[in-house]
């Protein structure tokens, strides 16, 4: 963000207390310690260990992913919290292009009973129920 605080595009960023600082990818070094499966961290050429936390399997495939070079990650943040740092990662996942086919039509009809119901060729989905109906027209009202 330097070029744009130099030309006025961009004021600095206001830090709060709670909030973490942000690292920049460049700055950050993701290795794998081939012995214990762990990953390891280098900020700033400071080591950091990691734990991957209570969904590790997810957490374990995109950073496989990152470092095989198949997911570039973005700037991720440093937290302080009870003398601990944590590292909140981004990644930059390509958006799926869905195709629609034209064929297809959706018909949605609204009704008291059931709330919403859609017909999708011979198929026929309700959504809702008429209770819920009620109890959320009353919470507008």
Do not use: C
């Amino acid at each position: 963000e330097r070029n744009a605080y130099w030309s006025g595009q961009h004021s600095l960023r206001n830090y709060k207390k709670g909030l973490g600082l942000p690292v920049p990818p460049s700055d950050f070094k993701l290795s794998r310690d081939e012995k214990s499966g762990e990953y390891k961290m280098m900020m700033y050429k400071l080591r950091f260990r990691t734990y991957l936390g209570r969904d590790r399997d997810d957490k374990h495939r995109m950073l496989a992913r990152a470092l095989a070079g198949r997911l570039k990650m973005g700037v991720g943040y440093l937290k302080p919290d009870k003398g601990r740092f944590y590292y909140y990662a981004t990644f930059h996942i390509d958006k799926e292009q869905n195709e629609l086919d034209e064929s297809v039509i959706a018909e949605a009809s609204l009704s008291l009973e059931v709330p919403v119901t859609v017909k999708i060729g011979k198929e026929q989905f309700q959504i809702g129920t008429k209770e819920e109906f009620l109890h959320r027209r009353l919470a507008i009202q």
